[in-house]
Structure formats: structure tokens, C-alpha cells
């Protein structure tokens, strides 16, 4: 399985952003798809987690602002971003949980200015 993250940018607080995750490979084998993200000077930190059932955990900070949702036509997961603001500056990563092991995708940079 091969994860490529995509669409990250420069955005004003107040904003959106949707971020994508394309998936390729052996798809079948992932369980769940997480979002992840990095602030400098910090500890990589999870924004939220799909499984292949479809339920979706997100971490308090992103709850009714950020959402997970899949196009399987595309193998592509999404993380729609409103209201940023400029502490959700940070890389953001996906991953996908096989069994036995997690990919991560290259990071995708998310600068929200004030």
C-alpha cells in the first residue's frame, strides 16, 4: 500500500481547507485510514481515525470542524477543514492500518495565518 497526501496550502484564519489522502495498491488491506499532524516543536498527534466500517473518532480540537469522508471510486480519504485557525498550522500526515503494521504518507504542509 502506497499513500500520497495532498492539498495543503496557506489559508486565513477562519478558513477551509480539504485535504486528501489517494491510496494505492493492495487497498484491501487497510482496516482504517488516520489523519495525523505535526506542529513544530511538537509531538505528532492524531486528528482523527476511519475504519473500514465507516466510523470516524476525531480528537476534541478538531470535533465539528473537521471531517473524514471516503471516495472508494477514487480510493481517496478526505479531511475537510473548517474554521481553521493558526493553531492547526502543522504537516499533516495519513496513514493506513494493515495488518501488522502502519504506512504513513509523505506529509502535506497546513500554515494558517492569523
Known amino acids: 500500500v502506497q499513500l500520497q497526501a495532498y492539498g495543503g496550502g496557506l489559508v486565513q484564519a477562519g478558513g477551509y481547507l480539504r485535504l486528501s489522502c489517494a491510496a494505492s495498491g493492495s487497498i484491501f488491506m487497510i482496516n482504517a485510514v488516520g489523519w495525523y499532524r505535526q506542529a513544530p516543536g511538537k509531538q505528532r498527534e492524531l486528528v482523527a481515525r476511519?475504519?473500514?466500517?465507516?466510523?470516524?473518532n476525531y480528537a476534541d480540537s478538531m470535533k465539528g470542524r473537521f471531517t473524514v469522508s471516503r471516495d472508494t471510486a477514487k480510493n481517496t480519504v478526505y479531511l475537510q477543514m473548517n474554521s481553521l485557525k493558526p493553531e492547526d498550522t502543522a504537516v499533516y500526515y495519513c496513514?493506513?492500518?494493515?495488518?501488522?503494521?502502519?504506512?504513513w504518507g509523505q506529509g502535506t504542509l497546513v500554515t494558517v495565518s492569523s
Open positions: 476511519r475504519s473500514r466500517g465507516g466510523s470516524t
Open positions: 496513514n493506513a492500518e494493515l495488518a501488522g503494521k502502519v504506512v
